[in-house]
């Protein structure tokens, strides 16, 4: 029953925000018969459906199909030079957003949880008053308290940077034009995909990092694979070099590297980094604590200093992933009910949706060397696997790292075609403690991109 104005109301379960670990554990709690309220400010489904992986990768699907269209001679057809028409991309990506937000919210009635629309804060242990998007006001407490507030882009303090009304990773996707002449700031995933997008788009892209490699966490004859790739479609990378300062000129907008050189765009996308959603969340009454960065400080099984109160996703610091969000779900639903599961010794992949994207699991080489492991390295250019000639698309690179001595895969960085679909096929045998050599022998249909694992565990570096 909803509580008069001032009365608390309690919950089994009161989720703040409504992501992917958020929504997930609130409809599950709901549809066993236990009283829930999930608080969303107003993006329902998350962040992921509304302004992340769903969009962008929307777009990404565009971008790679104006590259195939403007290769079609090589596979037999005679195409007009494809045109991107930036209203159909915004159509396009917000009418699959759309649909999203709708069975989101269909599946939120339905389970019988108490969805409300507006802010929370805290003003006691487990308990939140809450800001109606419509007006007036709630209080409510709950057993158990879910924080699942996530993250949202981070400007740098770069001198003029906010002034020059520079892009994020949200506002970019609202544009309705598209730029000549794009400068990223910020080689990271978010950074890369949409700079090789705006290149198959038709902008001008330029990339700028203060790191001289890119993607200096991964292996250099991987990244150096990547990083001709992105060239040969027309991404410029300036790698080693700062923003000192930026400003909005007559002529576009004007950054001064930090080498002395100065660049001109039209549109300047900041691609930085997220900030945890926590400054207004009034944690201090709830005995919650955050780090240095304003994550909230949590243990293995999730749970914050404060009793019976969890955090789960992007803002309780974990890998900024939706698969990552959906089995910290996992590990709060298990532990609210007294388990002890953990998120120690996760094995977390990752996808780079660039063309060709990169796949990634467990450890690189330079990681596992540094294990102290005696390893054995398998690389394998992706034109050497038959089914990429058939795409007509055979850049990249596979390699992969075993521990010598028990046969063990420790990790694999897929550069290639449909890499992220064949990365599982070799995170599953990870799971299951299989050696190498049951990809190496196993047998596996022809012509898959998969196949290509036969190869790979037969190709031997060292």
């Not at 540094?370 to 050497?384: E, F, S, Y």
Request: with cysteine; glycine share 10%; net charge negative.
């Amino acid at each position: 029953m909803i509580g008069s104005e001032g009365a608390v109301e309690d919950a089994d379960l009161l989720v703040i925000g409504g992501g992917k670990a958020g929504k997930t554990l609130a409809m599950d709690t709901a549809r066993a018969g236990r009283r829930v309220v999930m608080v969303e400010r107003g993006m329902i489904g998350g962040t992921c459906v509304n302004v992340a992986c769903i969009p962008t990768k929307a777009l990404v699907t565009s971008a790679r199909l104006a590259r195939r269209a403007a290769a079609a001679r090589s596979l037999g057809l005679n195409l007009d030079k494809p045109e991107v028409d930036p209203r159909l991309l915004r159509s396009h990506k917000e009418g699959v957003v759309s649909e999203m937000v709708d069975l989101n919210h269909r599946q939120f009635l339905d389970s019988g949880m108490d969805l409300v629309l507006g802010e929370a804060r805290f003003v006691a242990e487990r308990t939140v008053e809450i800001r109606l998007n419509d007006g007036g006001r709630r209080v409510v407490r709950g057993a158990d308290v879910v924080i699942n507030t996530g993250t949202v882009p981070y400007l740098p303090p770069v001198p003029g940077l906010a002034e020059a009304g520079v892009l994020n990773s949200e506002t970019i996707q609202r544009l309705d034009r598209l730029p000549e002449r794009l400068v990223v700031i910020g080689g990271g995933y978010v950074g890369l995909e949409f700079a090789h997008m705006f290149a198959a788009f038709g902008s001008h892209v330029t990339v700028i990092d203060h790191s001289p490699a890119l993607l200096p966490q991964e292996d250099p004859d991987v990244t150096e694979v990547l990083a001709e790739c992105l060239r040969q479609d027309g991404v410029e990378m300036v790698g080693g070099v700062t923003v000192k300062e930026v400003a909005r000129e007559e002529d576009g907008i004007r950054l001064l590297l930090g080498d002395g050189r100065s660049l001109i765009a039209d549109d300047v996308l900041a691609a930085t980094g997220r900030s945890p959603v926590t400054a207004e969340l009034g944690l201090d009454a709830a005995g919650v604590r955050t780090d240095e960065r304003g994550f909230i400080r949590v243990d293995d099984r999730l749970a914050t200093d404060a009793p019976h109160t969890w955090a789960v996703g992007d803002v309780a610091g974990s890998p900024q992933f939706t698969h990552v969000s959906l089995d910290d779900y996992r590990v709060v639903k298990e532990n609210i009910a007294g388990g002890t599961r953990s998120t120690s010794r996760r094995l977390v992949p990752w996808n780079l949706f660039t063309d060709p994207e990169l796949a990634r699991v467990g450890l690189t080489e330079k990681q596992a060397r540094a294990t102290g492991r005696n390893i054995r390295v398998a690389r394998l250019p992706v034109k050497a696997i038959p089914r990429a000639r058939t795409l007509r698309d055979t850049r990249g690179v596979w390699k992969a790292v075993v521990d010598r001595d028990t046969e063990e895969i420790l990790g694999v960085a897929l550069l290639g075609p449909e890499s992220s679909e064949v990365l599982t096929v070799v995170q599953t045998a990870m799971w299951a403690g299989m050696p190498y050599t049951a990809l190496r022998d196993g047998l596996i249909a022809h012509p898959t991109m998969a196949e290509g694992l036969n190869a790979l565990f037969a190709s031997w570096t060292d």
